[in-house]
């Protein structure tokens, strides 16, 4: 930001960006190899997405039990957890815990957002500018910013005008914000808007939902977490761990491996109705091919359309509610407590954006193609610039100058998700085409960390300095990543997984959708063989 002279840099064998579960981890494992290194970190504490997304009925739709770290026997042991799924503000504070646990806080950084990074072939170093003005140089950069952290507000004309304040859920202040009494407009029904339009709803006085596209939510039947439960879980815990690293998505479900089309009608709607009564996105893998053929996919929504009529009183609404325009779970599954119930309640309002647009923002409110509906504050659920939003908000150059943003113009190019081609020393976990936003985030960050850690050990003994890759790995990893895509059903909705929700975005599908367990075995393997694909010096 300044243009002063710039302060002398500070030089150190990395600096990671971002603090939340990824970062946190990669800091653990580089003091474990006797490295120097920071964090950077734009918030006022450690958690990143957990951290940001504090907005009311924000909760992890993956259970309590396998949302957290397995790197550390005793932590797992020793934390309790205490309700099936996750709360933010519990999850927050779990991660505080490992902050303190294993003295992370002196080597993080808050209050600082990184401005670009800029890598110098000569020397061989990257420099990492922040807004704050400081300058750092590292050999390594590593990056924690995670998937779900760029916060998108659409442009809406008028916005500024608005005489009532205005949230966007991913950058929810953490003073608290009280609504009894008064007229709250939510604008968006996906995870987040389904999770907080419940929580809104006990305190508004009066609620109006602004619904672009319906979306298929499944009950999470969120409850307290015994302690028998919990104990019987961590008595097996190595094990649970290790099998769920083999699973699609890190997360121990029940996969089916039947075709729902190869069982009957009666069987078929049992087993939907056994897995709706138990919760979750587990509903999903009811049948092994959901993701894969239309008209097997088509009996599940078809199940959930259902239950959908059943709980809406309004049949006009419930038709609202009801998505036709996508296959299920082509678009992240939500998990809910109470969401379609909500729409009974005599103070809770539906505005289909499908049949009456937004306008613009006026100073009393919202202001449709049919009417003005008058509001005290609008909460944005309006979702993230996924995936490569907060890396490519950095300026980061590489080789010969190259723009990481102006190279991803057409999508993101990755070798596994880890590198690019042109970015030496430049990791990204959870990067673009890794099977990140697909799998419980978590295991994902770890198998990252640790592929990491091993490789800079493995550069620690052989005593390089320098990693890189190339077009020909990138290229390869493209190709099986889009074949594999290309054989689902995922490109059937206009998703943020494919980066649908940000105009002019390229449609790539982001995360990699071939499986955790698949993915780590390649990522094994290209290790074992010398680390295919990548070049040391
Ligand atoms: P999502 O899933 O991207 O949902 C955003 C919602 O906002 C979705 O319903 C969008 O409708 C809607 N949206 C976006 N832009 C607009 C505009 N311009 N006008 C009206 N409505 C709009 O984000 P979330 O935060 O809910 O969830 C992200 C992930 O976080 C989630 O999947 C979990 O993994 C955690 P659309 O469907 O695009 O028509």
């Known amino acids: 930001m ?16 971002g603090a939340g579960f990824a970062g946190l981890y990669m800091l653990h494992r580089l003091r474990g190899l006797g490295l120097s290194a920071r964090v950077l970190e734009a918030g006022d504490g450690v958690g990143g997405t957990w951290y940001w997304n504090c907005y009311p009925g924000a909760r992890c739709d993956v259970e309590s039990m396998q949302y957290s770290y397995s790197f550390d026997e005793d932590l797992q042991q020793e934390w309790t957890w205490s309700e099936r799924y996750p709360s933010q503000p519990e999850i927050l504070r779990y991660i505080n815990h490992v902050a303190d646990r294993f003295d992370l806080r002196r080597d993080i950084q808050l209050q600082t957002r990184v401005q670009s990074a800029v890598y110098d072939e000569a020397r061989r170093l990257w420099t990492v500018s922040t807004e704050q003005g400081e300058r750092l140089e590292a050999r390594f950069v590593i990056s924690a910013v995670g998937c779900l952290s760029a916060a998108r507000v659409p442009q809406m004309p008028g916005l500024e005008t608005f005489s009532g304040r205005w949230y966007h859920t991913g950058n929810w202040p953490h003073e608290a914000v009280d609504f009894s009494g008064l007229r709250v407009g939510v604008i968006g029904t996906g995870s987040s808007g389904i999770q907080t339009i419940p929580a809104i709803a006990r305190q508004a006085a009066q609620l109006t939902v602004f619904q672009r596209s319906p979306n298929f939510s499944i009950p999470a039947w969120n409850g307290p977490l015994s302690a028998e439960a919990q104990q019987a879980w961590k008595a097996e815990y190595r094990q649970h761990r290790e099998k769920a690293r083999t699973t699609r998505s890190g997360i121990l479900y029940e996969y089916s491996t039947r075709s729902a089309l190869s069982v009957s009608e009666d069987e078929r709607q049992a087993e939907y109705e056994r897995r709706w009564a138990r919760g979750g996105a587990n509903f999903t893998h009811a049948f092994n091919d959901l993701f894969f053929d239309a008209r097997a996919n088509e009996t599940a929504a078809e199940f959930v359309r259902n239950k959908i009529r059943g709980i809406v009183r309004d049949p006009a609404v419930a038709a609202l509610l009801t998505p036709t325009d996508h296959p299920i779970g082509t678009k992240r599954i939500c998990v809910d407590t109470d969401y379609y119930a909500t729409y009974n309640l005599p103070h809770v309002k539906l505005v289909s954006l499908r049949q009456d647009p937004i306008r613009e923002i006026v100073p009393q409110g919202i202001r449709t193609e049919c009417a003005t509906h008058e509001l005290d504050a609008i909460v944005f659920a309006t979702g993230y610039d996924a995936v490569t939003g907060a890396l490519e908000r950095i300026d980061i150059r590489g080789e010969g100058g190259r723009s990481l943003a102006r190279e991803w113009a057409r999508g993101p190019r990755t070798y596994l998700g880890l590198m690019g081609a042109g970015f030496p020393n430049l990791f990204t976990i959870t990067g673009p085409i890794s099977p990140s936003v697909f799998t419980n985030v978590v295991v994902s960050i770890e198998q990252h960390v640790d592929w990491i850690a091993d490789c800079l050990k493995h550069m620690q003994d052989k005593g390089w300095r320098h990693i890189a890759t190339d077009e020909a790995a990138v290229e390869g990893w493209m190709a ?53 694909g990548f070049q040391f010096a």
Do not use: M
């Open 480 to 532: 099986h990543a889009q074949d594999i895509a290309s054989k689902t059903l995922f490109g059937q909705a206009n998703s943020w997984y494919l980066g649908a929700n940000v105009p002019g975005k390229p449609r790539v599908l982001l995360p990699y959708i071939g499986g955790l367990g698949n993915y780590t075995a390649i990522c094994d393997e290209v290790a074992a063989d010398g680390y295919r």
């Open 2 to 17: 300044s243009n002063a002279v710039p302060a002398p840099a500070h030089s150190l064998d990395a600096v990671v960006i």
